[in-house]
Every structure is written in structure tokens, then in C-alpha cells.
């Protein structure tokens, strides 16, 4: 995957990554908010240089003896190359593209095609070739620092797929969700192209626009979003202590920083005789493997497991914890956008620290990537799976996810597209946005009949009643202003805690088990 976006893995060639995913200010659920990484892009590109469940040459964080995969890179990498029947075919082909192709050609185009291709060859959308630029963005996404959407993506059945968005990034505030396909930007199909080309097309610098043509399931006709990209915020965590002394963490992330900025905030907390713990990974892509490892560390008693890493032949390692374990209750809060390095503390926190899961289905990635860039000399880089990753148990959530304990599904009116405020839906006709029209007045309160996309006589008095009440020209029709007052405070109900209905049912979990505990 890439990022625009990412996931869980190790930076360089010795460190597993976990890799990203995949995401509308908070409430919107990667259709408001959308923190999830410069797209994925970005993201992807930072998992694999970290450890998002990727392996990288520069990270070595999963506490053991040695990491998976990287004590052995080196010697099985000097056993392995082309032999001279191969590498013949290979020049020959070279040669006649240089020598007979009807046009001149770019030799190093040539060769990142032969390098990418082999990369498409393993059909694993998370072993990519990076040119060095998109490398370079990769490695800042991981770092917590760039440019772009925030949303991470990967090339999944020949489709570029979105894995996630980033909590608060420029995609999740458009409304960009997991499984959404990226058919064309700014106009241009990206219907055959790889994955680092579609990449460089989505990415741009701070302020400008980016129009997307989304395929989403369960709606006929695409979506268009326009989208203004942004630095992605470096800040990772978020904490509060709530009046009833509940703690919440939300982790957007897991960058460099992560690990240092969670131990923090859980000391303040602490200091202010927190009683129950919410650790919130909803749209959380991923990142870095030691820093998750860190983060889970002091809710799982020493010597009991956190994550346990599994080879092509079997062999397993696990890192296991030197914290002391936590007296109080812990819930995770989770959604489809939480992926691998989310996956792994929830999994490891619900099996060996006793915390409840509340929320989604995550989204299910379970293989280990390292990126590989010295050994390619000019800056670009290989990102691989080289590892499944296991949870204490030695369950594998690969394309399944992790089940939450406790299941809480969003309101619809979370993921609800945005409207296409170019043109104005009238009583009487059938539109797509229509249907987004009547989820969010049922959202904000207001009456509706169906939610099917016809613009009925109770969608256009409930139109007429939310215009009046925001002091605008009552007419029954959804003009640009009366779309834009609607979203806007559709995103203000989404960001109230207090309507958030999968963070009340943690809280309420949590409260039962410190009624049953006293």
C-alpha cells in the first residue's frame, strides 16, 4: 500500500513493518474527517519504511534476539540473483527495446517497470516497488510528517483500492472510506496504471485540488470528491480525562513519536487517579512495529506475548512484554479503518490484558513488510512481506479482522457521500445525492419517508423545515447553501462526544465493569 495512507511495518532492511491501511474530522468516519495519511500514498510509503509490519534496514524493534526475516536477508540475498541463462533473457529483451522499439526510450523508466513488475508478479498489494521520490514521501509518513490527502492505498485486483484514511485528514473530511476504488483524478483514468504512477497523480503540494472519481458498493453511479490537500498533522495522540473519570487515548496513528507521546498522556491520566481506560484506534492505519510493541507493553504482564511473527517455514518469534500489567479496565475502540499495527494492540490487549473490544470489525491485515533501500543504491526501494503476524494466541487476522466483544455500528449518516453541490436536487427526480440528502437530515433529527434517493413530498418538507431554522430562503430545493449548512452541521454532531454512539457504549462497558469490581 501507499500513502497517501499506511500501515504497520519496519523502515529499513531489518525491521518489520506492519503496515498501514487504510479515513472526516472526528464523527465522520472517513466521510467528514479524514486524517488517513497523505492517501495512503504517503502512508503506505511510511509503513514500509518503518514498522507497520514491514521491514525496513534502519528500525530494529521487535524486542528478541533478531527480527524476523532480517538476520537472514544478507546471506540469503548474496545466495540468490539471476543465473546467466536469465539475466541473458533479461539483456535481450533490454536490447531489443533500446534497439528496435519504434520510439526512444527511457532506460530507467524500462528498468523501474522490470523492477515493478516483478514486485505485481507475487500479487500481494503490499510488496511494492517505490521509485525515490514516492520512497522519500513513504519514509516521512512513517516519520509523522507530509503532504498530500491522507489516505492510504494499495493495488488490489488491479484497482487502485483504498485501504483507509487518516482521522482528520483532508480524505477523511471528504468522505473517502476503506474498499473505496479510485477510478480517475483530475479527470485522468487510472485504469491500468501501477501503483507508484496513480500515487504520483494523487499527490500534489499543500493547497491545491485533487478531483476523484470514487466506486463505492451499494451505489450505482460513482462519486466525485474535491479534495484540497494539506500538510497531515504530526500529532498522533490524543487524550482527555472525562468527569466520570474515564480516559480516553485516541491514537491516530503509530509514527516515530507515537510510542513517547502515549507513555505521556497515560501518565497524566494516571496522575488525575484515571479509573478506566478507552484506547480509540478507529481509521487508525497502522505504522511502526516496536512503537505499537511499546504501546501495549505496560497493559501486558511481563513475559506474556504481545505479537508473535511467523516465517515462510513456520518458525515463530514472539516479543514479549516487560510491563506489569494495569489494575483498572481497558477498552479498544475500533473500525473497519483500523489495520495492522491497530490489529496488533487490539489483539494483544483483549487476549493477554483482558481489555474489551468495542466498535467494528477491523480491517484484517496480518503479513509483515520490510523495506529494502540500501541495497538499491539510487533511493528507491522494495517494500516486502516477508511475515505473517500472529496475535498472542497465534491468531492470524489476515483479511478477516479482529471482532470486537462488544459490536457498535456507526450511524449511517457517518459515512454518508458528500453532496455535489454543483448542481441543485429538485422534488420529484431520483439522485444518488439525493440519498446522502435524506441520511443527513434523518441524522440531524429531521423527518424522512426513504432513504432510496427519491426526492419525495416528506424529503422536501423536511428540506423546507431545516432551511427555516437555519435562515435560509425556504424553497424545497437543495441548493449549494442549504448542502454546505447541512454538512456543516452534520460534522458538528459527528465531533460531539456526546453522539458519538460507539464511544458511549465503551464508556458504558467500562462503567459495568467498575460497578462489578466494586
Do not use: C
Request: net charge neutral; proline share 3%; aromatic share 6%.
Amino acid at each position: 500500500m501507499q500513502i497517501i495512507g499506511y500501515g504497520l511495518s519496519y523502515t529499513r532492511e531489518d525491521v518489520p513493518l506492519l503496515e498501514e491501511h487504510a479515513v472526516a474530522e472526528r464523527g465522520v468516519h472517513v466521510q467528514f474527517k479524514g486524517r488517513t495519511v497523505a492517501a495512503f500514498i504517503l502512508l503506505t510509503m511510511a509503513a514500509s519504511t518503518l514498522v507497520t509490519l514491514t521491514v525496513a534496514d534502519q528500525f530494529i524493534g521487535i524486542e528478541s534476539s533478531r527480527t524476523a526475516g532480517a538476520a537472514s536477508s544478507e546471506s540469503s540475498m548474496s545466495n540468490s540473483g539471476l543465473n546467466t541463462k536469465e539475466l541473458q533473457k533479461l539483456n535481450t529483451v533490454l536490447g531489443l527495446i533500446e534497439n528496435k522499439y519504434f520510439r526512444e526510450v527511457d532506460r530507467t523508466k524500462v528498468l523501474d517497470g522490470a523492477v515493478n513488475g516483478m514486485m505485481e508478479a507475487l500479487g500481494d498489494p503490499y510488496s511494492v516497488y517505490m521509485k525515490k521520490e514516492v520512497a522519500q514521501h513513504f519514509s516521512e509518513s512513517i516519520e509523522g510528517s507530509f503532504t498530500g490527502i491522507g489516505a492510504g492505498v494499495q493495488l488490489k485486483n488491479g484497482k487502485i483500492t483504498v485501504e483507509s484514511a487518516i482521522k482528520g485528514s483532508p480524505a477523511e473530511r471528504a468522505g473517502v472510506l476503506p474498499n473505496d476504488v479510485l477510478r480517475s483524478v483530475n479527470g485522468v483514468s487510472l485504469d491500468g496504471l501501477t501503483l507508484n504512477d496513480a500515487v504520483s497523480k494523487i499527490r500534489g503540494p499543500k493547497g491545491s485540488k485533487v478531483k476523484l472519481v470514487i466506486e463505492r458498493a451499494g451505489h450505482a453511479q460513482p462519486l466525485q470528491l474535491t479534495i484540497v490537500r494539506d500538510d497531515i498533522d504530526y500529532e498522533t495522540v490524543y487524550a482527555h480525562l472525562r468527569s466520570d473519570g474515564i480516559g480516553i487515548i485516541e491514537i491516530r496513528q503509530f509514527s516515530l513519536n507515537t510510542g513517547d507521546r502515549f507513555a505521556d498522556e497515560l501518565a497524566k491520566l494516571e496522575k488525575q487517579h484515571m479509573k478506566g481506560l478507552i484506547i480509540d484506534v478507529r481509521g487508525n492505519p497502522g505504522g511502526v512495529l516496536p512503537v505499537v510493541v511499546s504501546v501495549a507493553q505496560p497493559f501486558v504482564p511481563k513475559g506474556e506475548p504481545i505479537v508473535q511473527v511467523e516465517d515462510k517455514t513456520g518458525h515463530r518469534e514472539k516479543t514479549v512484554s516487560s510491563g506489569t500489567g494495569k489494575s483498572y479496565p481497558v477498552a479498544v475502540l475500533m473500525n473497519k479503518g483500523s489495520a495492522s499495527a491497530s490489529e496488533v494492540l487490539a489483539g494483544a490487549l483483549k487476549e493477554e490484558a483482558h481489555a474489551v473490544l468495542v466498535g467494528e470489525t477491523s480491517f484484517g491485515k496480518g503479513t509483515v513488510q520490510v523495506s529494502y533501500d540500501k541495497v538499491l543504491t539510487d533511493g528507491s526501494l522494495v517494500k516486502m512481506t516477508i511475515a505473517k503476524w500472529l496475535t498472542p494466541l497465534g491468531n492470524w487476522v489476515h483479511e478477516k479482522g479482529l471482532k470486537p466483544d462488544v459490536e457498535v455500528l456507526p450511524p449511517d449518516y457517518y459515512t454518508v457521500a458528500r453532496l455535489d453541490k454543483t448542481k441543485t436536487l429538485a422534488p420529484d427526480t431520483i439522485d444518488e445525492n439525493t440519498k446522502s440528502l435524506q441520511i443527513m437530515l434523518s441524522g440531524l433529527g429531521y423527518k424522512v419517508d426513504r432513504k432510496d434517493g427519491y426526492y419525495s413530498k416528506v424529503t422536501q418538507q423536511s428540506v423546507q423545515a431545516f432551511q427555516q431554522k437555519a435562515g435560509l430562503p425556504v424553497t424545497g430545493f437543495t441548493d449549494k447553501a442549504t448542502a454546505e449548512k447541512l454538512e456543516e452541521l452534520l460534522v458538528q454532531k459527528v465531533r460531539d462526544e456526546a453522539s458519538d454512539t460507539q464511544l458511549q457504549k465503551a464508556v458504558n462497558v467500562l462503567e459495568q465493569k467498575l460497578r462489578v469490581a466494586n
